[in-house]
């Protein structure tokens, strides 16, 4: 084992007193038992993460009991709900940060297998891509989401807030009213937001890869059973370790395209587009984003959680979880193997559909198609679009384009009522390189939807929140600030969007595109270090980490 360097040469000594200084015994350091990491997230700014720091307590309780010894360390999360509109360009860095986190401890500190405690919407992809990367025994904890508040038969939960800035803005709803209600949005307790955003698609895609135990995906943060669960992962571990079990030999190309199915049938955040590439990659898979267009078309859509729908994650949970949505694609799925020690297609044989309301059969799905489509056109090589939330009347759309720079010059406009039904909103220069930092667009997407419009898309090559609902078609590449297309359209060009087609277009011709690109002026921003070293990196690459 890799810490058996720490435990028997002379030269580590020093190194052994220096672990005794820290609590270790004499005993701790014999051969047979492993170190293993806690990688836990816990911080008292996260819902989803305030109650980490009790199953840290039986992960550990389970690794002492299975004979491994238990060394753990913080991991920075950043809540993107609290981070949008304020300062969100560091939360998709922040996935880069976690995974170099993981690697920096794991190495320094000679850990021969580790437990990430996960729950929010770059944690879990970062400790993902830290697994995929070392390739040492690791298994991924989620946190589990939360329950909504229910008040007189209706559901609240943090994430309404959004929508009620919308409707503020647009004269439908006092402030005060606004405020009156923040008691019950904000009365869940611990978990990831109730609907299928990107916290819990990020689970669900942790679980169908093999990385997290059977249940924990969709197991509510306060039910009991997760803290069994944390227990049983601080064992297997232990298990992993000594069966020199990797994530390579889990995170199969096999498991990511299941991953993916599962993703397109549940209607997943679209985040899982910008996830899953750099994971694979690090497990050196190469995951093509029309990959996920194909899969999509050909995987019903079985689940509407919200916000595509009314059922949340406690609902799918209490209709079987993700064991019964393997039952129904059991027969598109790869065989793979998870951390188990079972393959995906013998947790799918027993999975067992408890509400055919919550998880539907195929052949009464809520559409043919799954959750994600993949547009293309002279605005992008690529977008991406939730088509399973966004209204049959405005699958196909035209529009003229009104351009905003900022979110606040867009809710500044809805406020003045200057946007009109039809109209197409741009927001350019929002991508990693561009924002830089690749913001998500929830408070401009929700607001619209709370002001109440029926007929106004919106395009950015920025992200959207797994919140977001409507023909929001996001991931535009390239994107603006590496000479995208989207940085030519100007207000009143019409915009053609064509979701059953795949296309999106502007009324330009090329030589009209590339004469406005080269008169487009960057907008300006005050950058952090760190953001300066961002937009280095994906100058002249995409979102997903590929060369232009």
Not at 195 to 214: K, Q
Request: some cysteine; overall charge negative; aromatic content about 4%.
């Amino acid at each position: 084992m890799k810490s058996d360097v720490l435990k028997q040469n002379i030269e580590t000594l020093p190194h052994r007193a220096l672990l005794m200084s820290a609590g270790l015994k004499a005993d701790d350091f014999a051969l047979d038992r492993p170190f293993i990491g806690i990688a836990n997230s816990y911080t008292n700014i996260i819902p989803g993460h305030i109650h980490f720091n009790d199953l840290s307590d039986e992960v550990a309780r389970g690794i002492r009991d299975a004979g491994g010894i238990p060394l753990e360390w913080g991991v920075p999360g950043v809540c993107d709900g609290i981070a949008m509109f304020v300062e969100m360009r560091l939360t998709l860095p922040s996935r880069e940060h976690i995974a170099d986190n993981i690697e920096i401890m794991t190495l320094s500190h000679s850990i021969d297998g580790w437990v990430g405690i996960t729950n929010c919407d770059q944690i879990t992809p970062g400790m993902l891509m830290a697994a995929a990367r070392l390739n040492l025994p690791a298994i991924m904890l989620t946190g589990g989401p939360m329950r909504a508040n229910i008040v007189d038969g209706v559901k609240h939960h943090p994430i309404e807030g959004f929508s009620l800035v919308g409707q503020v803005k647009a004269g439908k709803m006092t402030a005060e009213e606004a405020e009156k209600l923040l008691p019950y949005m904000g009365a869940c307790g611990p978990g990831a937001c109730v609907g299928l955003y990107t916290a819990n698609t990020m689970a669900i895609v942790t679980e169908v890869l093999g990385m997290s135990l059977t249940g924990s995906a969709t197991t509510l943060a306060v039910d009991q059973e997760k803290k069994k669960q944390a227990y049983e992962t601080g064992k297997r571990i232990v298990t992993l370790v000594k069966e020199n079990c990797k994530p390579r030999e889990i995170m199969t190309k096999n498991a990511f395209e299941n991953a993916m199915r599962v993703d397109m049938a549940m209607g997943g955040s679209t985040n899982a587009v910008l996830h899953i590439p750099p994971i694979a990659r690090e497990a050196g898979i190469e995951i093509d984003i029309d990959i996920f267009d194909s899969i999509s078309r050909e995987t019903p859509n079985i689940c509407k959680i919200i916000p595509a729908g009314t059922h949340e994650m406690a609902d799918i949970d209490r209709a079987g979880g993700v064991p019964a949505v393997l039952n129904r694609l059991k027969n598109m799925l790869r065989d793979s193997l998870t951390i188990n020690g079972q393959s995906i297609t013998a947790i799918a044989e027993k999975g067992k559909v408890l509400d055919d309301d919550v998880i539907r059969p195929l052949d009464n799905a809520h559409s043919a198609e799954g959750g994600i489509a993949v547009l293309k056109g002279n605005i992008a090589d690529s977008a991406v679009v939730k088509q399973t939330a966004v209204d049959e009347a405005m699958m196909v759309h035209s529009g003229p384009a009104t351009v905003f720079y900022t979110e606040k010059d867009l809710l500044t406009a809805i406020e003045a009522k200057q946007i009109v039904e039809g109209d197409v909103i741009v927001l350019p220069f929002q991508g990693p390189a561009g924002a830089p930092g690749m913001p998500e667009m929830l408070t401009p997407t929700d607001a619209i939807k709370g002001a109440g419009y029926q007929r106004v898309a919106l395009i950015t090559d920025g992200a959207f929140s797994g919140a977001t609902s409507g023909p929001c078609i996001g991931h535009i590449e390239p994107e603006a600030y590496n000479g995208g297309a989207i940085a030519a359209i100007q207000d009143g060009d019409l915009v053609v969007i064509d979701i059953p087609n795949r296309a999106i277009n502007v009324k330009l011709s090329d030589s009209e595109i590339e004469e406005r690109i080269k008169n487009v002026k960057t907008p300006e921003r005050k950058l952090t270090p760190l953001l300066e070293t961002y937009r280095k990196r994906f100058t002249g690459i995409n979102c997903y980490g590929k060369k232009l």
